[in-house]
T-cell receptor
Framework: DARVTQTPRHKVTEMGQEVTMRCQPILGHNTVFWYRQTMMQGLELLAYFRNRAPLDDSGMPKDRFSAEMPDATLATLKIQPSEPRDSAVYFCASGLSPLNEQFFGPGTRLTVL | GENVEQHPSTLSVQEGDSAVIKCTYS??????FPWYKQELGKRPQLIIDIRSNVGEKKDQRIAVTLNKTAKHFSLHITETQPEDSAVYFC?????????????FGKGTKLSVIP
């Protein structure tokens, strides 16, 4: 039963620190998405990739967030510097293009103090 | 871009009753409408989806209907059970024009009272 994996599952950090979240998509999936979930905003799309190429990152604060796919088995989301308002659950999802089911990872719960 | 509105934000039903959650979308080009269920502390998981070439789709106690003219779609859960308690998200997307993204509604917290 293939699943998307994410690390770390929980992260508590101080304001100003760098945070890196990692995602391993399901093997064979060619689209990868990063979402942020908060009570107020729900599920927000931050960025997504197709065949490792970034297609859209308009949902990300560009000055502090960056997303990359160094290879087909790893996607990263980096926040530098982190701020308390970045506290949220960050989900990675993968799927097959064009639009089909997105398989979500377990999420990274980020707390920035 | 697409905008998806979801109602209600919370819904309580008695076990065995039906639950209906409604969503509207703004982009007439959207042609894929999935529904995700998220249990407390867990990841969202797809429960059913519908494409714009059909008006209704059923899977056991779950059904989704789509009205393209009115740009709305609904999730129907019959004979609700306590394990149906979760947050449900609708979403919409356009598989054409090179876009692969989904726009999600804000979610509906369904509580099934035993």
């Amino acid at each position: 039963d293939a699943r998307v994996t994410q690390t770390p599952r929980h992260k508590v950090t101080e304001m100003g620190q760098e945070v890196t979240m990692r995602c391993q998509p399901i093997l064979g999936h060619n689209t990868v998405f990063w979402y942020r979930q908060t009570m107020m905003q729900g599920l927000e799309l931050l960025a997504y990739f197709r065949n490792r190429a970034p297609l859209d990152d308009s949902g990300m604060p560009k000055d502090r967030f960056s997303a990359e796919m160094p290879d087909a088995t790893l996607a990263t989301l980096k926040i530098q510097p982190s701020e308390p308002r970045d506290s949220a659950v960050y989900f990675c999802a993968s799927g097959l293009s064009p639009l089909n089911e997105q398989f979500f990872g377990p999420g990274t719960r980020l707390t920035v103090l | 871009g697409e905008n998806v509105e979801q109602h209600p934000s919370t819904l309580s039903v008695q076990e065995g009753d039906s639950a209906v959650i409604k969503c509207t979308y703004s982009d007439s080009a959207s042609n894929y409408f999935p529904w995700y269920k998220q249990e407390l502390g867990k990841r969202p998981q797809l429960i059913i989806d519908i494409r714009s070439n059909v008006g209704e789709k059923k899977d056991q106690r779950i059904a989704v209907t789509l009205n393209k003219t009115a740009k709305h779609f609904s999730l129907h859960i019959t004979e609700t059970q306590p394990e149906d308690s979760a947050v449900y998200f609708c979403a919409g997307g356009d598989s054409g024009a090179g876009s692969y993204q989904l726009t999600f509604g804000k979610g509906t917290k369904l509580s099934v009272i035993p």
